[in-house]
């Protein structure tokens, strides 16, 4: 006999995180074009270059794969963006995704050699399979309107992970930050456990 098993839900936990992030000043809408997300980013003042793994004319990207998070202002500017893509590496791993999708996830507008940066410095990237989400385009405003420095960045992150686990349950969630961003403490509020090096993009 076989037993269904009733996975829990994230809805009181994503209502709860959406009501917090309200209070703070943003209102978050969720989409899954992706062409509008280019244009959003176009139209952002401060906002740099989307990556190409959420840029649809890099590739195509299926909406039943990837959202995106908009946070909305009381004045109608964008404030925040975030998005996730979930992935099958199931019979490989992250490692050797890393790899095969480097042109998509390297730095946009920086000018990166591919062939001699890492992807494999991590011992968790060797191990992680299955179900994985990339979890990326962490932007908060700054400036007299931004939202910067609100206590934003752990609700906003908690929000991203907690959704894709509400559409996929993954087995693993990922993203790439900055060393400069590890020391000063903004990456330890994303909530992910970090491990150094695990992509080394060379110039």
């Given at each position: ?157 908690c929000f991203g992970v907690a959704l894709a686990l509400e559409l996929w349950w993954p087995d693993y969630a990922y993203g790439l930050t900055s060393a ?24």
């Open positions: 006999m076989v037993h269904a098993i009733s996975l829990p839900s994230i809805q009181p936990y994503l209502s709860a995180l959406s009501d917090e992030i309200f209070d703070k000043g943003l209102r978050l809408e969720i989409s899954n074009d992706f062409d509008r997300l280019v244009d959003t980013v176009r139209e952002t003042p401060g906002r740099g270059s989307l990556t190409g793994v959420f840029d649809p004319g890099c590739g195509p990207i299926r909406p039943d794969q990837c959202f995106w998070i908009k946070g909305v202002g009381s004045k109608g500017q964008t404030g925040h963006i975030q998005a996730v893509r979930c992935d099958d590496l199931t019979g490989t791993t992250l490692a050797r995704h890393l790899w095969k999708t480097r042109d998509l996830l390297a730095p946009a507008g920086m000018d990166v050699d591919l062939d001699r940066s890492r992807y494999d410095g991590a011992p968790a990237v060797h191990e992680i399979t299955g179900t994985v989400c990339y979890h990326g385009e962490m932007w908060l405003s700054r400036g007299e309107d931004g939202f910067c420095g609100k206590g934003l960045v752990g609700p906003l992150t400069k961003l590890v020391q000063k403490g903004v990456a330890a509020r994303y909530g992910y456990r970090l491990q150094p090096d695990g992509v080394v993009w060379e110039r």
